[in-house]
């Protein structure tokens, strides 16, 4: 089965902490968008019984470096046919943050409509990491991890950004400093093509 061409993807990216998944939350309350989050599909397939990728996906996800681009295309088509027949709008948050992810996905799967870019400071982004450790579970919301998270971010996710505003013309930047519900302004504000 391959991805229906009539369906509407936006990029969701910003450093890690940023509001992403608040964000995009709100979006699916509001509008009839189906989310997927590259992170949670990537933690899932770790946590399924008898799968050939946990391992690999593990100790990426726990030293912050990215997946190889394969696994998680591969997610996310699955994800999106699955769910082609019910929503024509996709939130795919998180992904692409390297190069050849870009790439490959719109290649091979579609090209995105829109990139919504979150900008922050790393101050703030590391005070809603460090607030949502208390919380989230995550193995990788600790100092160590995050600090290599931020790095994966600017040496590797930071350059995608700037192809997809530069090359593709297709990002909409919204400043992330601002309360939660500012934000969401600003985002159906950028969206509202789409939405
Ligand atoms: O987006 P999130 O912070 O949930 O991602 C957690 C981890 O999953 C990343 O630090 C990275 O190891 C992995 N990941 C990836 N490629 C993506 C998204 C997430 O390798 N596009
Ligand atoms: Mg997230």
């Known amino acids: 089965m391959s991805v229906n061409k009539d369906i509407s993807v936006v990029f969701v990216l910003g450093g890690p902490g940023v509001g992403k998944g608040t964000q995009c939350s709100k979006l699916v309350k509001d509008f009839k968008f189906k989310h ?3 992170g949670d599909l990537l933690r899932e397939e ?3 019984e008898g799968s ?3 391992q690999i996906i593990r100790q990426h996800i726990k030293d912050g470096t990215i997946v190889p681009q394969e696994i998680t295309i591969q997610l996310l088509k699955k994800a999106i046919i699955g769910n082609q027949e019910e929503y024509q709008k996709f939130l795919i948050d998180g992904f692409p943050r390297k190069m050849d ?6 290649e091979e799967v579609i090209p995105a409509k829109l990139t919504i870019f ?4 790393k101050d703030v982004m590391l005070e809603r990491l460090l607030e ?6 995550r193995e990788d919301d600790n100092l160590e991890s995050i600090e290599k998270r931020f790095d994966t971010f600017v040496k ?9 505003d530069k090359s593709r013309h297709i990002v909409k930047k919204i400043d992330c400093s601002k309360t939660v519900d500012e934000i969401y302004a600003d985002v159906k504000k950028a969206m509202k093509d789409i939405i």
């Open 36 to 38: 997927l989050s590259a």
């Open 46 to 48: 770790q946590n399924k």
């Open 52 to 54: 050939q990728y946990s």
């Open 101 to 106: 992810q870009a790439v490959i996905f719109e």
């Open 118 to 121: 979150f900008d922050c400071s």
């Open 132 to 137: 949502r450790s208390k919380t989230s579970g």
């Open 156 to 164: 590797t996710s930071v350059p995608v950004i700037e192809y997809l």
